[in-house]
């Protein structure tokens, strides 16, 4: 089990460009969401799949925020055009069903300067 | 929404302390995780633990469901347990969960 694989690890972006953050779950998991973590909201739920439909997108701060789940193995969170308060650290976590726990991928940095 | 706190806000401990942090959370839950939040940013799931007591190695924790708190025991601790101890339980009957604003850890040799 390699765990919740995410890309790229780190990001670094001028204001305005398209940014494209993917996601792997656990195979067999069927929910996935994405967190945003700063340090003045802490962690926040942006959007959640199960089954690969969106479930929850109530997070998501605004129409520029967008997220995919084309199938069970790969989702994609994209911004465009990315603006220097979108800086934050965004995991990706998959849970296998309710009453399971989630699990966390090791997160992508994002930097927009 | 449930509301999630999370005590102390800080600690500080010398290697081979025990320490316990709390987590009151502000509705009734089916279910409760604590992670950890090592030093590099990356999210451990320590224990799923909608109620009851469990054990891993130096850790363990407790949640009395009935009333809303749940409690980490860390025992000896060591200096690779230093970062941030977060608690989260869902939202209602939704699966968002909600997370409290951590416990920062940091254990000294």
């Known amino acids: 089990d390699a765990g919740v694989i995410q890309s790229p690890r780190h990001e670094v972006t001028e204001m305005g460009q398209e940014v494209t953050l993917r996601c792997k779950p656990i195979s067999g998991h069927n929910s996935l969401f994405w967190y945003r973590q700063t340090m003045m909201r802490g962690l926040e739920l942006l959007i959640y799949f199960n089954n690969n439909v969106p479930i929850d997108d109530s997070g998501m701060p605004e129409d520029r925020f967008s997220a995919k789940m084309p199938n069970a193995s790969f989702s994609t969170l994209k911004i465009q055009p990315s603006e220097p308060r979108d800086s934050a650290v965004y995991f990706c976590?998959?849970?296998?069903?309710?009453?399971?726990?989630?699990?966390f991928g090791s997160g992508t940095r994002l930097t927009v300067v | 929404g449930i509301q999630v706190e999370q005590s102390p806000p800080d600690l500080i401990l010398q290697e081979g302390a025990n320490s316990t942090l709390r987590c009151n959370f502000s509705d009734s839950v089916n279910n409760l995780q604590w992670f950890h939040q090592n030093p590099w940013g990356q999210l451990i799931n320590l224990f799923y633990?909608?109620?009851g007591t469990k054990q891993n190695g130096r850790l363990s924790a407790t949640t009395v469901a009935t009333e809303r708190y749940s409690l980490l025991y860390i025992s000896s601790s060591q200096t690779t347990d230093s970062g941030v101890y977060f608690c989260?339980?869902?939202?209602?009957?939704?699966?968002?969960?909600?997370f409290g604003t951590g416990t920062r850890l940091q254990v000294f040799p």
């Open positions: 989260a339980v869902p939202s209602g009957s939704t699966d968002k969960l909600i």
């Open positions: 633990i909608p109620s």
């Open positions: 976590a998959s849970r296998r069903s309710a009453g399971n726990g989630y699990t």
